[in-house]
Nanobody
Framework: QVQLVESGGGLVQAGGSLRLSCAAS????????MGWYRQAPGKQRELVAS???????NYVDSVKGRFTISRDNAKKMVYLQMNSLKPEDTAVYYC???????????????WGQGTQVTVSS
C-alpha cells in the first residue's frame, strides 16, 4: 500500500556533499515523523536525523552541523542534505516514516530499501 523510495546516494570524496531524497507514495492519509537511519558494516542501525510533521528536527551528535533534514509535506518527501562528509559516514541510509493510511486511524512505520553512501578518503 505504501512505498518509500530513496535516491541520491553514491560515491563521494571526503569533504564532499550529497543530498538524499525519499519519496512516499500510496494510499496515504498523512505522514507524521520522518527520519533517516544508517547502518554501517559491523554496526547497528542508528537514527541519524528525524523531523516531525511541524518541522522539529533532531540529529545524532556525530552529524550535527553537517547534515540537515527537511521535508516537503505537499510532495510527501523528506531530504537529507549531507555536507562535509567523512569516511565514517559510509553506510546504507534508510528512509523511515510513520504513516497513516487512508481509511485508517493508526499510524504504522514504513521503511525504504536503502541507498548506499560511500565516502572515500
Amino acid at each position: 500500500q505504501v512505498q518509500l523510495v530513496e535516491s541520491g546516494g553514491g560515491l563521494v570524496q571526503a569533504g564532499g556533499s550529497l543530498r538524499l531524497s525519499c519519496a512516499a507514495s500510496g494510499s496515504i492519509a498523512s505522514i507524521n515523523d520522518m527520519g533517516w537511519y544508517r547502518q554501517a558494516p559491523g554496526k547497528q542501525r542508528e537514527l541519524v536525523a528525524s523531523i516531525t510533521k511541524v518541522g522539529t528536527t533532531n540529529y545524532v551528535d556525530s552529524v550535527k552541523g553537517r547534515f540537515t533534514i527537511s521535508r516537503d509535506n505537499a510532495k510527501k518527501m523528506v531530504y537529507l542534505q549531507m555536507n562535509s562528509l567523512k569516511p565514517e559516514d559510509t553506510a546504507v541510509y534508510y528512509c523511515n516514516a510513520d504513516i497513516q493510511l487512508l481509511f485508517r486511524v493508526r499510524t504504522s512505520p514504513y521503511w525504504g530499501q536503502g541507498t548506499q553512501v560511500t565516502v572515500s578518503s
